[in-house]
């Protein structure tokens, strides 16, 4: 008892240790003087990260997911124990009531530009925030979206929580299953690739700055929408007719499921031109491996068989 007792004792003062530590988050430098206790995240991927950290025992909750029905069996286990604070994004009295000491939030991703919650209004509760590195690019100019945003978040929480080594051997396992599973890719002809979110009248789809372009190139294609400076937006049909996408990927979450969106598209005749609908080429991702987090090398795999044709 007196050994486990030391050795509790000895790892505790080694983790106080590595504190203080400070990250970038999008365009601020925040400093931790201690692991958070109370944390919160918003939304189905970046709850995912905290889980797969082993985090949840940090953790008094985490908002926006079911109000966007992106919540599958998988996940439905990790979070079992934890509750839903709010369905959509959470207001700043949400997170202070549940006596918040850190928010893992993104920009359209729990927080809006000039919106309530924000790390500016949640420091006057003393609640502290890490921002999505992807959607950093709603408030400033960033690099185009690719694997290192998600590979930062995922190192960047170890430092705040003293998880590091964890963080690590998850990114470093991760970088070497998408070698293995991108080793024999030929990109010499990436394929044409359009990303279908949601949208009828008009499309909702991927720009340069959204986790699916670095997806589709990882697994050798290329977003034909890789030129529009956004990351998630709403264009026109005009551009896809265009560009003639060989192969359509359909982000499933909400009401409309994936099958619906793929009818639309091929019972549409404004669209039988489209190589990838007169060949059937759809790839499905899930909500939660289109946006950033530990299931992105699984959506790689998945879109390498399909670019493949199987």
């Known amino acids: ?15 106080a240790a590595a504190f203080p530590v400070t990250v970038k988050s999008c365009d601020r430098e925040v400093t931790f003087d201690a692991a958070p206790a109370r944390a919160i995240s918003n939304d189905v991927n970046l709850t995912e990260m905290m889980l797969v950290l082993g985090l949840r025992d940090r953790m008094v909750g985490y908002t926006g997911i079911s109000g966007w029905k992106t919540l599958d069996e998988e996940m439905r286990d ?3 124990e934890l509750p839903e604070l709010s369905s959509k994004y959470p207001t700043k009295e949400i997170l202070a009531g549940a006596e918040a000491d850190f928010f893992f939030a993104g920009w359209n ?9 924000t790390p500016e209004t949640l420091a006057a509760f003393d609640i502290k925030t890490y921002e999505l590195t992807e959607s950093c690019i709603h408030i400033g100019p960033k690099s185009k979206s690719s694997m290192d945003d998600m590979y930062a978040d995922i190192l960047n929480l170890g430092r705040i929580f003293g998880v590091e080594d964890r963080a690590e051997g998850l990114v470093a396992g ?22 279908y ?21 990882a ?31 359909i982000v499933n979450y909400g009401d409309v499921t994936a099958e619906q969106k793929i009818a639309f598209m091929k019972g549409n005749p404004a669209f039988a031109g489209i190589d990838a609908v007169k060949n059937d080429r759809f790839v499905v991702l899930e909500y939660v491996e289109a946006t950033p987090g530990p299931r992105n090398i699984k959506a790689v795999e998945k879109l390498v068989a399909g670019f493949k044709g199987n």
């Open 1 to 15: 008892m007196i050994r486990l007792s030391l050795l509790a004792l000895l790892c505790s003062a080694s983790a």
């Open 78 to 80: 990790g979070v079992a």
């Open 109 to 117: 991703y729990g927080m809006k530009v000039g919106g309530e919650v």
């Open 174 to 195: 991760w970088q070497a299953r998408l070698a293995e599973v991108t080793a024999g890719v030929d990109r010499a002809n990436p394929l044409r690739v359009f990303v």
């Open 197 to 217: 979110d949601s949208g009828e009248e008009a499309p909702f789809t991927a720009g340069a700055y959204a986790m699916p372009t670095a997806l589709i190139e």
């Open 219 to 249: 697994a050798g294609g290329t977003n034909i929408m890789a030129d529009l400076e956004k990351s998630w937006a709403e264009i026109s049909w005009e551009p896809v007719v265009e560009r003639n996408p060989q192969v359509v990927v």
